[in-house]
């Protein structure tokens, strides 16, 4: 299992970034992906879980609203779309393959195999 995070970079608030999540050596069609963060200093936290087979997602409360979740089966990707973008989001991005999503889930950031992060940081 190998997971990939990228897409990361410096952006101004109120910008927008997109995150990819690539797999290999899997298909992303048999597992659920959790992102999740973590910025210097502080607790992992959840951000968003994208749930297979079913498609449904979850997202963190500090989200809601701004991030959106999906999946390409075609490029074996997920994505997370952010938007209005806040400094307290710069962190970096993980993701990760769990069994199932649901909001305990992300909630609690519960994740199994995660690869490389990706560095987002939001400037003033």
């Known amino acids: 299992v190998q997971l990939q995070a990228s897409g990361g970079g410096l952006v101004q608030t109120g910008g927008s970034l997109r995150l990819s999540c690539a797999a290999s050596r899997f298909t992303l069609d048999y597992y659920s992906i959790l992102w999740f963060r973590q910025a210097p200093g502080k607790e992992r936290e959840g951000v968003s879980c994208f749930n297979s087979p079913d498609g449904s997602t979850y997202y963190g409360e500090s989200v809601k609203g701004r991030f959106t979740i999906s999946r390409n089966n075609a490029k074996n990707t997920v994505y997370l779309q952010m938007n209005s973008l806040k400094p307290e989001d710069t962190a970096v991005y993980y993701c990760?393959?769990?069994?199932?999503?649901?909001?305990?889930?992300?909630?609690?950031?519960?994740?199994?195999?995660w690869g490389q992060g990706t560095q987002v940081t939001v400037s003033s």
């Open positions: 990760a393959a769990a069994l199932a999503c649901s909001q305990s889930i992300v909630d609690t950031a519960t994740a199994g195999y």
